[in-house]
């Protein structure tokens, strides 16, 4: 309606100025125009043929205004404006009416242009149904259309949820459906239909992460249920499903719990009971991170009992080192979880027996019974070198083999145990027809994951130590185990895993006691350098800083590949050193005027050195040099002192000069220049008082 009343009202406007204009050049005597005449006047006469050709050009011109497809209507809205300001001034100014026919035709085109442009969010909500209603449907062809109807009118209701439905259905972006949701529920006057989408989105992805619970997808889950609190706000009119979402949270932690107690526990029963410590560990953080959201006890304590069980007997059957390896385990699972550390006592078999013979035979006395001691064989003189063997000798030497290496396994010696283990199998291979019994591979295996989890194991100990060389050595060692196994047995998948997750685990551990070894060389630099800083000590920070520089190049060893470098902290040293280098070369400059007399300058220098000092930020870290008024106080350099306040007085500092002057009348310093200044004080005093007065 105002477009319709400005296009009504400007004409007229247009035409009472002309009249107006021509009925003062008709009173002053100014020529007119060859083709306007005064109203009322004779009008110059024009050919109808010019008329006609007129008339149909401009129809010519309204039909050329397209109004399809749509990204053409702003412009042709805008064709139409000017073809219709045209006519006016063409037929008004003349004093001619708009012919019929052209005044229909321009009035049907702007008729048209007003439908489409008031319907234009549903053109293109209809194309993007007809987008979708092919044989194959083009949702993106769909959605670019909606957007442009959304861009003509956000609060187009079926366009919303067109675009609601495909984040939803199609694009499967919970995050980007939850904030549009959002957005559209606060801006509108919230229509019905648009409730009920919103009702249908929300019960819709509870249902999606009910899914995923199912599908063992419990932190997916969990996240969708954290954005659904976000984004669906308390005021929103949708039916809320509180219990539903208490579930899907209660499960998703259940679920995530249950799964580290899972994977400790097949851990424990495969004898991996280092992999089922760290996931029962984790279970266990988890619990108490969210006991509130769990049900039932937490199984992981009775699985860490059982594990400081094992890693205490596997102590007691130690050397000194993989006892103190095994110790410390137990001692971190103490600490994290509080199940009290004990010491069983050591159980001696011999009383046992001997309890057992006093029952067959009551005069018979405990001190006289021993338990038979195993003597060990020498690997290297069990097999004659270059000597063939018969079936019997072969199958002698097997028997021996194989009950020294079971000896040494029961006594946890598990690389004395590979090597007649090695033997064994040598013999086995060259003569195939020996009886080794039906675990001897088995064992053969588990040694080989024993014996390597040991060297590891003692490994990572001497790494705690700083006892680099032996660890490295044991690493290696444990390297040619592997390499010999999986020459030997390539297609052993399950043992080559096994034994390859212990390396990586070595790996893990060795790059993060480097991490730390390193972490704690740049933190020491680091202090030095700010600890020599706050002294003020220029020289020996800089040294600190050349060692912290040489700690940051480090990182880019092979060894620390793995380690981040600490930048932030890095950048704060450099630019620390940068900004009291510049402080430092002012003072300097300020020093080498004064020493080539230049008093000025020098005072200039220094007390810009002073601004620079609070400016920058140093006062934080390095003690700042004397002001220069404690500077020349100090060196009794009362005549620079003088020329300072002299200064003052020029640059309009009166505070500054009334302050030195007073000083140096105090100190009985008598010169004809301070009466000079302290005159000039008075009387620029006594001008600003004159000044102030209303």
Not at 405 to 426: G, H, M, P, V
Request: aromatic content about 12%.
């Amino acid at each position: 309606m105002k477009t319709k009343f400005l296009r009504t009202l400007l004409p007229c406007l247009f035409f009472c100025l002309s009249c107006f204009s021509w009925t003062a050049q008709a009173r002053d005597g100014i020529p007119m125009h060859a083709g306007i005449a005064p109203i009322g006047g004779i009008v110059p006469a024009c050919s109808t043929q010019n008329k006609e050709s007129q008339e149909e050009s401009f129809l010519r011109r309204i039909e050329q205004i397209k109004t399809e497809p749509l990204e053409l209507l702003p412009a042709s809205d805008c064709r139409l404006d000017q073809l219709e300001e045209e006519i006016f001034k063409t037929y008004y100014t003349q004093g001619q009416e708009i012919p019929l026919q052209l005044k229909v035709h321009l009035q049907r085109k702007r008729q048209q242009m007003d439908f489409m442009r008031s319907h234009i969010d549903s053109l293109y909500y209809m194309q993007a149904l007809q987008a979708i209603g092919q044989e194959e449907p083009d949702w993106a062809e769909a959605m670019e259309s909606i957007e442009k109807s959304l861009l003509h009118n956000r609060f187009y209701t079926r366009s919303v949820i067109f675009k609601m439905h495909y984040l939803l259905k199609r694009e499967r972006n919970a995050e980007t459906c939850l904030r549009y949701l959002n957005t559209t529920l606060q801006e509108f006057s919230r229509p019905e239909k648009l409730r009920k989408t919103a009702q249908t989105t929300y019960n819709t992805l509870l249902q999606q992460a009910e899914r995923m619970i199912d599908n063992r997808q419990y932190r997916d889950a969990l996240s969708l249920c954290e954005l659904i609190h976000i984004y669906c706000q308390p005021g929103f009119p949708i039916q809320y499903l509180s219990y539903r979402e208490d579930l899907i949270e209660n499960r998703s932690h259940q679920g995530i719990y249950d799964s580290y107690c899972e994977v400790a526990q097949k851990a424990f029963r495969q004898t991996q009971y280092q992999l089922a410590g760290q996931y029962a560990l984790l279970a266990h953080q988890y619990y108490t991170e969210n006991e509130t959201h769990m049900s039932g006890i937490n199984q992981a304590l009775e699985l860490l009992d059982r594990i400081s069980d094992c890693y205490y007997r596997f102590a007691q059957e130690s050397d000194t080192t993989e006892r103190a390896y095994y110790m410390a385990l137990i001692d971190s699972i103490a600490h994290k979880t509080g199940i009290p550390l004990y010491l069983e006592e050591d159980y001696d078999p011999a009383q046992d027996i001997a309890a057992d013979l006093q029952l067959l035979d009551p005069g018979t006395k405990p001190e006289s019974i021993a338990v038979p001691a195993f003597v060990p064989l020498n690997i290297d003189s069990i097999l004659p070198d270059g000597k063939p063997l018969n079936s019997r000798q072969a199958q002698q030497y097997f028997d021996q083999a194989y009950e020294q290496a079971n000896y040494f396994r029961s006594k946890r010696d598990f690389a004395e145990a590979q090597r007649w283990f090695e033997l064994a199998k040598k013999l086995k291979e060259k003569h195939g027809y020996l009886r080794t019994g039906p675990d001897f591979s088995e064992r053969y295996r588990q040694n080989l994951l024993q014996s390597m989890e040991q060297m590891l194991n003692k490994a990572v100990y001497y790494l705690w130590t700083t006892e680099i060389a032996q660890s490295e050595e044991l690493q290696q060692q444990a390297l040619e185990l592997f390499a010999s196994y999986q020459i030997d047995e390539p297609e052993d998948a399950t043992t080559l895993t096994k034994l390859q997750l212990m390396l990586d685990n070595y790996q893990k551990q060795r790059n993060a006691n480097y991490c730390e070894q390193i972490g704690r060389e740049f933190t020491q630099a680091e202090h030095a350098f700010l600890n020599q800083a706050s002294y003020g000590n220029y020289q020996l920070a800089k040294k600190s800083l050349e060692s912290l520089r040489q700690v940051a190049r480090k990182y880019s060893l092979p060894e620390y590949a793995s380690c981040s470098l600490p930048e932030k902290q890095m950048r704060k040293a450099e630019n620390l050193f940068e900004r009291w280098t510049a402080y430092n070369d002012s003072l300097n400059q300020a020093e080498a005027y004064l020493a080539a007399g230049d008093t000025l300058r020098f005072i200039q220098c220094y007390l810009n050195a002073d601004s620079t000092f609070n400016r920058i930020g140093l006062a934080e870290y390095i003690p700042s040099a004397p002001s220069l008024f404690s500077r020349l106080s100090a060196t009794r350099q009362f005549s620079i002192l003088l020329l300072w306040a002299k200064n003052c007085v020029e640059q309009g500092d009166l505070d500054q000069a009334r302050f030195i002057a007073g000083y140096l009348s105090a100190i009985g310093y008598s010169r004809p220049d301070i009466e000079k200044t302290q005159r000039t004080l008075k009387k620029k005093q006594g001008q600003e008082k004159r000044g102030g007065r209303p």
